[in-house]
C-alpha cells in the first residue's frame, strides 16, 4: 500500500515554508533582471492572496479560474486559492474569448485571475456571456471598464499589511481542514474534437503522481533548479515541473516564454526541465544545422563523437556490460564535443522530463549521447499525469517506460491501453455519463493504442480515434509517419491524412531556414515563402525527401503525393492545442478542398501538390 507525504499540496507548502525558510522556491523575470521569493516568503505571499479571497466572498470549496500564461502570480493564486479551499481552474493563455468563458460558466467561477490587459480584454468583449463572473484580479495594473471592474493581485493581497497571527491562524486552520480526496483543480481538456471535458483531480491524485515519479527518477535532490516553460495550465509540467520540485526543496524559475526558453536556460542554468518532444525536435535540428556549416574536420569529428556516444550509452544503459575502451573514447568525445554542446543551454542540465508526444527514438538516444539524459514517460490530463516513466537504470528507448508504484497497465482486445491507479481522475465535471464511459470497472479507458513487451515497458502506437482506415481496409497509425518525416533537414511539421481514401497524403511545412538556404544556393527568384514553396524545383526536393521516407517503408504506408505550405501549423490558428498536438479536424477542414485534389486526376495541373513516385501500388 502507497504512503503520501502530505494530506495535500498546500499543506505540502505550509511545512516546506518552515523547513526551508531560506532557501529559493521561484524565481521570475522583472525589468530584465530575476528576482527570487524564499520559501518563507512565498508562503507569506500566498497568504495574503489567501486573506484576500477570504475577503473577497470567495467560500470554501469554490472554482476559481487563472487566465495567464506562467509567471509568479499564478503560483500565488494557484496556492492561495487552495490554502482558501477553493479548487483552481486553469486557462490556457492562448484560448480564445469564447473558450474561455465557457470554461468560466461551465465551472461557474465567480472571480478569474489574469495576467494583463489582453485576457482581460478578451473577458471584457464577452461580458454579456459571464453573468456569474463577479470579480477579475490581474496581475498586472491598468485600467479597467465599469463594465467589468479589475483589481491587482498586490490589491487582492493588501500587500502593505502582514498577515497578523489571528489571520494566519485561520487559513491555516482552511490547509488542516483539507482532505487528500477533496478537488485541487479542475482541467479542462485542451479539445482536440468536441467540446472540452473537465478533468477533476484531487490532492491525493496529485501528490501521488508527484512523489511516485520522483521516486522513479531517483536521483533528484533539493538542489535542483527547474526551469518552467510548458502551459502551467497543463498538467504536465503542473505536476513535475511545480508540484514536484516544491515538494522536494528544489527552486523553480519561470521562464519569460517559449521563444525565449534558450536565453532564459543560459541565465538561470537549470538543473531539471520538464518538455514536450517539439523542443528536443528543434535542439536536434538546431544542432545538425550548425554541424552541417562547420568545416569538414569539425563533422567528422561531431559524426564521430555521436558514433561512439550511442555506442556507449547502450552498452552502460540498455544492455549493461563492461565499457572498457569504450568508456575513454567517450569521456573523450564528451570532453572535445558534448561538454560544449551543454553550455548552449547552461552547462548544468542533468535531465529532462519528456511527455505529451512520442520522442523519436533517434533524438532521445541523441540526447542521453550528448550528456543530457531525457526522461521519457507517458500520461494524460485524467492521470495526473504519469502512467509510466523511463528512469536512470531502467530505460529503454521508443518506450514511455514502465508504470509508477502501485498503478496498473492492461491492453483491451482492440490494444487500447487501459490504467488504474492511485493517480486516476474522480471523473469528468458535470458529465456523468462520459465519466462512466472511460472509467469502467477502476479501468480508465486512454483512448492510446499501445503495447507491452515482456519486461513491461508500455509503447505507445497512436491515438484509437486518429488511427487512419484506408478504403482498401489497412490499417495505419499516421504519428509514427509524421515524426519520420519530421526528422528530415528539410521539414518542420508534417500532417498524414487518408482516412476512408484509396492511399496517403501529406501536409508538410519547411524547415524555413533550411529552405531558404536553398533558395539562396539553387539562385531560385521569388518574392515571398509562398512563392518558393511553389517552385518547381522546391517541390522537386521535398518529392525526393519524402521518397526517401518511402523506401523504408511496406507499399500501403507510403506517402503518395503531398501540399508544401508556407508556413507551420499553429496554436493561434487553431491547428495546434496549447500542447502543440494537432487539432486534426480543424486542419482537415482548413485544408479540406486541398487535400481532396491530391484524390483527383492523380493531383495533376496544381502548382501546390506533388505526386511521388514509388515501386509500390495503392493500398
Avoid at 29 to 37: A, E, P, V
Avoid at 312 to 333: H, Q, T, W
Avoid at 455 to 463: A, E
Wanted: proline share 5%; charged share 25%.
Amino acid at each position: 500500500m502507497y504512503e503520501l507525504p502530505y494530506r495535500s499540496v498546500p499543506e505540502m507548502l505550509k511545512l516546506n515554508a518552515q523547513r526551508y525558510v531560506d532557501r529559493i522556491a521561484i524565481s521570475y523575470k522583472k525589468d530584465g533582471t530575476f528576482l527570487s521569493l524564499s520559501y518563507g516568503e512565498f508562503y507569506e505571499r500566498v497568504l495574503m492572496a489567501a486573506r484576500g479571497l477570504r475577503k473577497a466572498g470567495m467560500a470554501p470549496g469554490d472554482n476559481v479560474a487563472i487566465f495567464s500564461e506562467n509567471r509568479a502570480g499564478w503560483a500565488i493564486a494557484d496556492f492561495a486559492i487552495q490554502c482558501a479551499q477553493g479548487v483552481t481552474v486553469p486557462i490556457y493563455a492562448t484560448n480564445t474569448a469564447e473558450q474561455a468563458a465557457y470554461v468560466i460558466n461551465h465551472c461557474a467561477a465567480k472571480i478569474v485571475f489574469v495576467s494583463n490587459r489582453i485576457q482581460y480584454e478578451k473577458l471584457l468583449t464577452v461580458r454579456e456571456q459571464l453573468p456569474g463572473l463577479e470579480q477579475v484580479i490581474s496581475f498586472e495594473r491598468f485600467l479597467g471598464s465599469h463594465d467589468l471592474p479589475v483589481y491587482t493581485l498586490y490589491q487582492l493581497s493588501e500587500i502593505s499589511y502582514a498577515i497578523s497571527e489571528l489571520e494566519r491562524s485561520e487559513i491555516e486552520n482552511c490547509i488542516d481542514a483539507v482532505r487528500s480526496t477533496d478537488l485541487i483543480t479542475i482541467i479542462y481538456t485542451s479539445g482536440t474534437t468536441g467540446i472540452p471535458k473537465g478533468v477533476m483531480l484531487t490532492h491525493e491524485n496529485v501528490i501521488f503522481d508527484a512523489y511516485y515519479g520522483l521516486q522513479k527518477l531517483e536521483a533528484l535532490s533539493m538542489n535542483e533548479t527547474f526551469l518552467s516553460f510548458l502551459p502551467l495550465s497543463h498538467i504536465l509540467e503542473r505536476t513535475a515541473g511545480y508540484y514536484a520540485p516544491l515538494m522536494t526543496g528544489c527552486h523553480v524559475a519561470f521562464c519569460e516564454s517559449v521563444e525565449k526558453v534558450v536565453e532564459n536556460m543560459l541565465e538561470v542554468k537549470p538543473t531539471v526541465m520538464v518538455s514536450v518532444p517539439r523542443l528536443f525536435e528543434k535542439i536536434y535540428a538546431r544542432i545538425y544545422e550548425n554541424v552541417h556549416q562547420s568545416s569538414p574536420l569539425q563533422r567528422t569529428i561531431f559524426h564521430k563523437a555521436v558514433e561512439i556516444g550511442r555506442k556507449y550509452i547502450c552498452l552502460r544503459y540498455i544492455n549493461p556490460g563492461p565499457v572498457g575502451m569504450l568508456g575513454v573514447k567517450y569521456r573523450f568525445f564528451d570532453w572535445l564535443v558534448f561538454r560544449k554542446i551543454r553550455k548552449r543551454f547552461g552547462g548544468s542540465l542533468k535531465y529532462f522530463i519528456s511527455g505529451g508526444a512520442p520522442l523519436d527514438k533517434s533524438i532521445n538516444e541523441f540526447m542521453w549521447a550528448i550528456g543530457i539524459p531525457t526522461f521519457e514517460g507517458y500520461g494524460l490530463t485524467e492521470t495526473s499525469p504519469a502512467v509510466t516513466l523511463n528512469s536512470p537504470w531502467k530505460v529503454r528507448f521508443g518506450s514511455v517506460g514502465t508504470p509508477l508504484y502501485e498503478t496498473e497497465v492492461k491492453l483491451a482486445d482492440d490494444n487500447e491501453l487501459l490504467v488504474r491507479g492511485p493517480q486516476v481522475m474522480r471523473g469528468y465535471y458535470k458529465a456523468p455519463e462520459e465519466t462512466e464511459q472511460s472509467l469502467v470497472d477502476g479501468w480508465f479507458h486512454t483512448g492510446d493504442i499501445a503495447r507491452i513487451d515482456e519486461d513491461g515497458y508500455v509503447y505507445i502506437v497512436d491515438r484509437k480515434k486518429e488511427i487512419i482506415i484506408t478504403s482498401g481496409g489497412k490499417n495505419i497509425a499516421p504519428q509514427p509517419l509524421e515524426n519520420e518525416l519530421r526528422m528530415d533537414k528539410y521539414i518542420s511539421q508534417a500532417f498524414v491524412y487518408g482516412d476512408r481514401k484509396p492511399y496517403l497524403v501529406a501536409l508538410l511545412t519547411p524547415n524555413l531556414e533550411r529552405l531558404l538556404q536553398m533558395g539562396h544556393q539553387e539562385g531560385l527568384a521569388y518574392l515571398d515563402v509562398k512563392e518558393l514553396v511553389a517552385n518547381q524545383r522546391v517541390h522537386k526536393r521535398y518529392a525526393e525527401r519524402v521518397q526517401l521516407v518511402n523506401d523504408k517503408l511496406p507499399p500501403y504506408q507510403t506517402i503518395k503525393k503531398f501540399i508544401l505550405l508556407p508556413r507551420e501549423f499553429s496554436v493561434e490558428d487553431g491547428e495546434l492545442t496549447p500542447t502543440l498536438k494537432f487539432k486534426r479536424k480543424v486542419i482537415y477542414n482548413k485544408y479540406r478542398d486541398r487535400i481532396e485534389t491530391l484524390y483527383l486526376h492523380n493531383g495533376d495541373g496544381s502548382d501546390d501538390q506533388q505526386q511521388i513516385n514509388h515501386n509500390g501500388g495503392n493500398s
